[in-house]
Each structure stands twice: as structure tokens, then as C-alpha cells.
């Protein structure tokens, strides 16, 4: 997982759900320059900022982190 990957899906996502970065990212309470960065692969991701982002777009944690949507074990 690097970070570039991460932000290319962050990124895909946005744009598949028609968010211009500034609307998003208004949505996620960053700044439009902190998402680019995240987008660009510059900055990692936190937890918290993570969690955002996959309930704005209704995708997992994991499909951001990994690009699949990992099963539970229990």
C-alpha cells in the first residue's frame, strides 16, 4: 500500500461521484491543498481523515487502503 495508490483511488472515486476536489474536500472538513496533497500521494492519510473520505464516497476503509473490500473473519 503507498501512498501514491491510495490518493489515485481517493481521487477516482471523487471525480466517479462527480465532487469537484474543493466541494469534497469541504465535505471531508480538509483543505482543498491537504486533499491534493493526499491525491498526489505527498501526504498520508490519518485515521479519522480515512474514515471520512470512505463514508462521503460509500466505499470501506479497505477498498481505499488496498483497492479490494477485505471480508471479516467472523
Known amino acids: ?6 490518493g489515485q ?3 477516482k472515486l471523487r471525480e ?3 465532487y469537484t476536489r474543493d466541494a469534497f474536500a469541504e465535505k471531508v472538513d480538509i483543505s ?3 486533499l491534493y496533497e493526499i491525491e498526489s500521494g505527498r ?5 479519522a481523515n480515512l474514515l471520512k473520505i470512505a463514508n462521503v464516497l460509500g466505499v470501506s476503509c479497505d477498498y481505499i487502503l488496498t483497492g ?5 473473519t467472523d
Do not use: L, Y
Not at 500500500?1 to 491510495?6: A, L, Q, R, T, Y
Not at 479490494?68 to 471479516?72: H, L
Open 32 to 34: 482543498s491543498k491537504f
Open 68 to 72: 479490494q473490500c477485505v471480508k471479516g
Open 16 to 18: 466517479a461521484n462527480n
Open 1 to 6: 500500500m503507498s501512498d501514491k495508490n491510495v
Open 9 to 11: 483511488r481517493i481521487r
Open 43 to 47: 501526504k498520508g492519510i490519518s485515521a
